[in-house]
């Protein structure tokens, strides 16, 4: 006949008490559907201050007559507790006989027993003490900090006493210890390591004597290091972080940890102590954006079951830039990311802050990281730039120098009439002179009114491809050839123009000639110069030798040299 509801029931084991010697084989009692406290008792406070494991044993029955073979059955739990500082976890031992303490080493399984450990347990260590001592030649290691260890005593036989030891810290100390041998004292030195436990011995532990020969006593306490190994046994029960729907092939749950051993201790971050032992930059936004990476900095820490544990404190070699920290970890086989939003926080699957001045942080991951995996810490150091991107182009402007044509080769240009323009950056910039050879406004420089040359310093930078319009008025250039009296005591010498020049028209020239001895190695040379405040034209050649004309009444007398003195103006107003 078919399975009907009621047929599959839950049965009570033989010992429904939380004690070494309960569960066993399954009773004839069954559970109550619907009933509270058929498997669990209510939390007591001492419970509910410091923790405690109860684990009890059922059966599932099948109250079925029918001899067809029943092909499959799953238990499952529905509803997770209301209380999140309690947990419910199933396993299955497959071993209808077993008791508590079976059940125990089942638990225990993931932390398998290891080789004996280099040292043994000096001395008695009784139940209740947070504490003990282990005997060592000198030069080994002492017990590791975190780590699990396992004293056993009488291993193997029927009154076997284990317990597993976690090392909160240890104390290292190297005495002088003293054994009789012969009927004499015989001096030795020995380590002696006072290991602190973060739970109290709960059996009392027989351990042995100093010696020199470091040699565990016969049927004393033995100390064993333990092998983690994932045993996959347990099945729970958790809430969804998010909403799902019947076709999803993921699921985002609260947590995939359950409280399999209860614990009391907390964790507290220490920053800023000597240890003993994926971002981009943006640089500009105009006129377009301009980012580039961070240079990248990874370190890891290395996840073992002494370093086990949701808060971890950070410690950078150089200062991290903001928004460029990433902690990356692995949890139940997934892998997690936490990142710092900028400001110090450190936000994603776990929290935590982040000191930029410092080098130094804390953070708690979401869940507790794989042994054997590392968290991997990358982060990103600040660049030192300045935003030049409103500044323009900050380069030195180009000079430059022309010859303004005129009508003919006399004309020369009529001071306070040049005017330059040019664009740049979209707006038309204007440079004039000021009427005695300097330019002004959007640029410096000078102008040679006589020769018409410009030399020019633009105060800004012309826009590619622009070109200059120049206007200015030309005037003829009047040329008056005046035979100058001699020089007076100061080295002067005195003329007169036929009529007065605009200001700053003027240009002189003058030749000197000089007879020089073919035999004296010397070279007859001129230096022409022009030169004011900013700028210092100077051409140096060897003029062409004539014959000073006769009617200049130069300073000599037709013997060996002579002063001819030409000047050059425009007229001193445009038209006159």
Excluded at 265 to 286: D, G, M
Excluded at 289 to 304: A, D, F, L, N
């Amino acid at each position: 006949m078919p399975i009907q509801k009621g047929d599959i029931r839950f049965a009570r084991s033989s010992r429904m008490v939380d004690k070494p010697e309960g569960g066993g084989p399954p009773s004839a009692q069954l559970l109550t559907s619907g009933k509270s406290n058929e498997i669990f008792p209510d939390i007591s406070q001492e419970s509910r201050t410091v923790g405690r494991v109860e684990i009890y044993s059922v059966f599932g029955v099948l109250r079925n007559t029918d001899t067809a073979p029943l092909l499959g059955a799953n238990v499952v739990i529905a509803e997770p507790p209301a209380d999140p500082n309690v947990s419910v976890t199933m396993l299955s031992v497959e071993d209808s006989f077993a008791t508590r303490a079976d059940i125990v080493k089942r638990i225990e399984a993931g932390r398998a027993p290891g080789p004996e450990f280099g040292g043994y347990l000096l001395e008695n260590a009784f139940a209740s003490t947070l504490s003990f001592q282990v005997f060592q030649r000198p030069e080994m290691s002492p017990p590791t900090v975190g780590l699990t260890y396992l004293l056993i005593y009488n291993e193997g036989l029927a009154t076997e006493r284990r317990q597993r030891v976690r090392i909160k810290s240890i104390e290292v100390e190297v005495r002088k210890c003293a054994e009789y041998l012969n009927n004499g004292l015989v001096e030795f030195d020995g380590q002696i390591v006072t290991c602190e436990l973060f739970d109290p011995l709960s059996l009392d532990f027989p351990g042995s004597p100093a010696t020199r020969t470091f040699a565990r006593g016969a049927g004393k306490t033995i100390i064993r290091s333990t092998v983690y190994s994932d045993t996959r046994l347990f099945a729970g029960v958790t809430r969804l972080a998010e909403s799902t729907q019947v076709d999803d092939v993921w699921l985002q749950l609260e947590t995939v940890f359950t409280q399999v051993v209860h614990n009391s201790r907390s964790e507290a971050n220490v920053v800023n102590q000597k240890p003993t032992s994926r971002a981009t930059l943006t640089l500009a936004t105009e006129p377009r954006k301009v980012e580039v990476g961070t240079t990248p900095h990874t370190y890891r820490i290395k996840i073992s079951e002494q370093n086990q544990g949701r808060t971890y404190v950070l410690s950078f070699k150089q200062p991290p830039a903001p928004g460029t920290v990433f902690i990356d970890y692995w949890s139940g086989g997934q892998r997690y990311t936490i990142y710092d939003d900028g400001t110090g926080r450190l936000t994603g699957f776990g929290g935590g802050a982040i000191s930029y001045l410092n080098n130094t942080g804390t953070c708690t991951l979401q869940g507790l990281p794989d042994i054997g995996s590392s968290i991997s810490v990358s982060y990103g150091t600040a660049m030192s730039f300045s935003s030049r991107s409103s500044q323009g182009a900050l380069v030195r402007a180009p000079k430059y120098s022309w010859v303004v044509e005129g009508d003919t080769e006399d004309d020369a240009i009529v001071p306070s009439s040049l005017s330059i323009k040019y664009p740049s950056q979209g707006v038309l910039r204007t440079v004039t002179d000021n009427g005695s050879g300097k330019l002004t406004g959007a640029g410096t420089g000078v102008v040679d009114y006589p020769s018409c040359s410009v030399l020019m310093d633009p105060a800004f930078m012309p826009d590619a491809g622009a070109e200059f319009v120049i206007e200015c008025q030309v005037d003829a250039l009047i040329t008056e050839i005046i035979a100058p009296g001699a020089t007076d005591p100061a080295g002067f010498v005195h003329f007169q123009t036929a009529q007065a020049g605009a200001l700053g028209s003027h240009q002189i020239t003058w030749v000197t000639s000089r007879q020089v001895s073919n035999t004296s190695g010397g070279q007859l040379t001129t230096t022409t110069a022009s030169k004011d405040t900013e700028v210092t034209y100077t051409t140096r050649a060897v003029p062409e030798y004539y014959e000073p004309a006769k009617n200049t009444g130069a300073s000599g007398s037709g013997g060996t040299g002579g002063t001819t003195t030409t000047v050059n103006w425009p007229r001193s107003t445009p038209g006159a």
